[in-house]
C-alpha cells in the first residue's frame, strides 16, 4: 500500500496541531458535579519522572462515575486520552471536553488518565526505551488500577478506549498492545501515521521536549525514522493487531463546524485537520481494508477543535462501545516492538529488546514467534512458563494441564 511522504511543508501543518490543543489545562474551571472526581494512578515502577508531568506528585485522572453510581454492581469502562499539550483534565473541563455533558447518559465509568505531551510510547532515548514510558505506565500501572479502585465489568466486551488527535495515535496503539482487553476503539481525530510525513518523528519528540521544558533531541520518541522501533509504534504498520477489535473512526476537513456547546479555544486550525489528520485516517483506513479488518468511519465537517471532538464522542458513543465482540479468539495475529506485554492473556518478555518487529500467531493450539534477535519468556494461563529462541513455533498448553512442554 502506498504511503504518503511530505517534504518539510508537511511539519509545519503538523505543527499547527500544537497549537491547536496548546491552551493552558487551568485556562478553564472543571464543572462542579459530585460524580467528577479526581484521583492517583502512581507510576509504581518509575515509568513517569517528574519532570514530564505539571503538577507535583504521582500522575492523576480524572474520573466520571455514572448516575445514581453503586458499588456493589460492576459497570463498563471507557479509558478517554486525551490529546498534545492537554493534561488529565482537558476531557472534563467546561468550554474544552465538558465530559459531564458530551457523555450525558452514558452507563459505565469513564478514566480521562494523564498522558501529558508524551504521545503514549516508551520513549526510545538512545535505547533506553523509558524515561518516560507512558505505554507502560497506561498499560501495566492505570489498566489494573483501575481494577483495583472501581468495579469494571471483567468481559473485553465491556472495556473500550478512546482518545482525540494524540489521544486518538495513542488508542490506536494501545488497542493493539492489549487486545484481550479492550474490545473497541474509538480514534477521534487521531494522528494515527506517524509516517504522514518526513520528520513526523522529530515533530512528536520536539513538541514533547518543548511542552516540559527539556532539551531538544528529534530522536528522542521514535528514535530514526523508518527503524523497526519507529515503525513498530506506527498504527499502520499494526492494524493486524486490532483482528478482533471493533473500530471506530472519526476526522474532519478543515470546515469549521458548532456542537452549540461553549468552548473556550481560540487557536482553532482548519489546516491542521484537513492536511494533516484526515490523511492520516484515510491512511489508517486503506490499512484496515488491506488488512480485512471491519471499522466504521465517518468522515465529515469540522475542524481541529473541542466543538468536533465533542462531536465524535458522542458519534462514538452511539456507534455504542460495548457490543458483543469474541472474547478469547484461537486465530490471531500481534505485531510487538515492546519488551515485554500481554496477548490474549499470553504474558511475554523478551530477555534483550527485540531487533525487530517480532510477531506473535496463533493457529489453533500453536503459538508461533518469529525472529526477534532475543530469546523470550512466556507465560500461559494456567501457570505454564516457557523460555524459547526465536523463531519458535510451540503447542499453547491448557489452562488446566499439569503439563509444561513447550513443543516444536
Same mark, same amino acid.
Given at each position: 500500500m502506498a504511503r504518503r511522504r511530505w517534504n518539510g511543508f508537511a511539519v509545519t501543518v503538523l505543527s499547527s496541531v500544537a497549537l491547536v490543543l496548546g491552551t493552558a489545562p487551568a485556562a478553564s474551571a472543571l464543572p462542579s458535579d459530585s460524580r467528577l472526581i479526581e484521583i492517583t494512578l502512581p507510576d509504581r515502577n518509575g515509568e513517569i519522572p517528574s519532570q514530564w508531568l505539571t503538577y507535583a506528585g504521582p500522575p492523576r485522572a480524572t474520573v466520571l462515575l455514572p448516575a445514581d453510581y453503586d458499588p456493589n454492581r460492576t459497570y463498563p469502562l471507557l479509558l478517554l486520552l486525551h490529546g498534545l499539550y492537554s493534561n488529565h483534565s482537558s476531557w472534563s473541563r467546561t468550554g474544552e471536553g465538558q465530559i459531564v455533558t458530551t457523555a450525558a447518559g452514558f452507563d459505565g465509568i469513564i478514566v480521562? =488518565?494523564?498522558? #501529558? !505531551?508524551? $504521545?503514549? /510510547? +516508551? $520513549? $526510545? %532515548? %538512545?535505547?533506553?526505551r523509558g524515561n518516560p514510558a507512558w505505554e507502560s505506565y497506561l498499560l501495566d500501572e492505570v489498566v489494573p488500577q483501575i481494577a483495583e479502585q472501581f468495579p469494571i465489568r471483567p468481559e473485553r466486551r465491556w472495556h473500550a478506549i478512546a482518545g482525540v488527535s494524540m489521544g486518538g495515535l495513542g488508542a490506536a496503539y494501545l488497542a493493539g498492545r492489549l487486545p484481550g482487553y479492550f474490545g473497541s476503539v474509538a480514534i477521534l481525530s487521531g494522528l494515527v501515521d506517524t509516517h504522514l510525513a518526513l520528520g513526523q518523528g522529530a515533530y512528536h519528540s520536539l513538541t514533547a521536549e518543548n511542552a516540559a521544558k527539556q532539551p531538544l533531541d528529534p530522536n528522542a520518541v521514535y528514535g530514526p525514522d523508518f527503524q523497526p522501533y519507529s515503525l513498530g509504534h506506527d498504527p499502520v504498520n499494526l492494524v493486524r493487531n486490532l483482528g478482533h477489535t471493533r473500530v471506530f473512526m472519526a476526522a474532519g476537513n478543515g470546515i469549521p463546524t458548532e456542537d452549540g456547546q461553549p468552548y473556550t479555544m481560540e487557536n482553532t486550525? =482548519?489546516? &491542521?485537520? #484537513?492536511? &494533516?489528520? *484526515? =490523511? &492520516? !485516517?484515510? /491512511?489508517y483506513a486503506a490499512a484496515l481494508n488491506a488488512a480485512g479488518i471491519p471499522y466504521t468511519y465517518l468522515p465529515g465537517d469540522g475542524v481541529h477543535d473541542w466543538p468536533k471532538f465533542r462531536t465524535e464522542l458522542r458519534d462514538a458513543l452511539a456507534w455504542g462501545m460495548f457490543q458483543p465482540v469474541d472474547e478469547a479468539p484461537t486465530t490471531w495475529v500481534s505485531d510487538t516492538i515492546a519488551t515485554h506485554g500481554r496477548i490474549w492473556g499470553i504474558d511475554y518478555r523478551f530477555d534483550t529488546p527485540p531487533s525487530s518487529l517480532a510477531r506473535l500467531s496463533r493457529s489453533g493450539d500453536d503459538l508461533s514467534i518469529s525472529p526477534a534477535g532475543s530469546d523470550v519468556e512466556l507465560d500461559f494461563p494456567g501457570g505454564c512458563a516457557v523460555h524459547v529462541s526465536t523463531p519458535a513455533t510451540l503447542t499453547i498448553p &491448557?489452562? +488446566? !494441564? +499439569? *503439563?509444561? /512442554?513447550p513443543g516444536s
Open positions: 480521562m =488518565p494523564e498522558g #501529558a !505531551s508524551g $504521545w503514549y /510510547t +516508551d $520513549w $526510545w %532515548n %538512545n535505547g533506553q486550525d =482548519p489546516l &491542521a485537520e #484537513a492536511a &494533516a489528520i *484526515r =490523511p &492520516a !485516517s484515510d /491512511t &491448557a489452562p +488446566d !494441564s +499439569d *503439563r509444561c /512442554t
